[in-house]
């Protein structure tokens, strides 16, 4: 049974720090990308970041240099470490596992960023 599943949102105050988790199991486990993208109201959704089998990554110029994503060594959950967290990074945060022929999304979860 492939699940995509996120944990971690919640409330902050701007200047916080939140990290979000995301079990990968199933066949989605392996599945090469694996990735972080946010919705907010009213807007598209949009990449955040994305880690590739070999470790390496993508994040977008809005978060560079305050949120990091990272994988464990089984690759089957990945981590989205938010730093001085600000009111426009307020969204629902999905966590995106694909290849070239699959793609699975977990169910989101909220971050709200007070100022």
């Known amino acids: 049974q492939v699940q995509v599943a996120e944990s971690g949102g919640g409330l902050v105050q701007a200047g916080g720090s939140l990290r979000l988790s995301c079990v990968a199991s199933?066949?989605?486990?392996?599945?090469?990308?694996k990735g972080w993208y946010r919705q907010a109201p009213g807007k598209e959704r949009e990449l955040v970041a994305t880690?590739?089998?070999?470790?390496?990554?993508n994040v977008a110029d809005s978060v560079k240099g305050r949120f990091t994503i990272s994988q464990t060594k089984a690759r089957n959950t990945i981590y989205l470490q938010m730093n001085n967290l600000k009111p426009e990074d307020t969204a629902v945060y999905y966590c995106?596992?694909?290849?070239?022929?699959?793609?699975?999304w977990g169910q989101g979860t909220q971050v709200t960023v007070s100022a």
């Open positions: 995106n596992v694909r290849s070239a022929v699959l793609n699975y």
């Open positions: 199933g066949r989605a486990s392996a599945l090469p990308v």
């Open positions: 880690i590739i089998a070999n470790g390496d990554t």
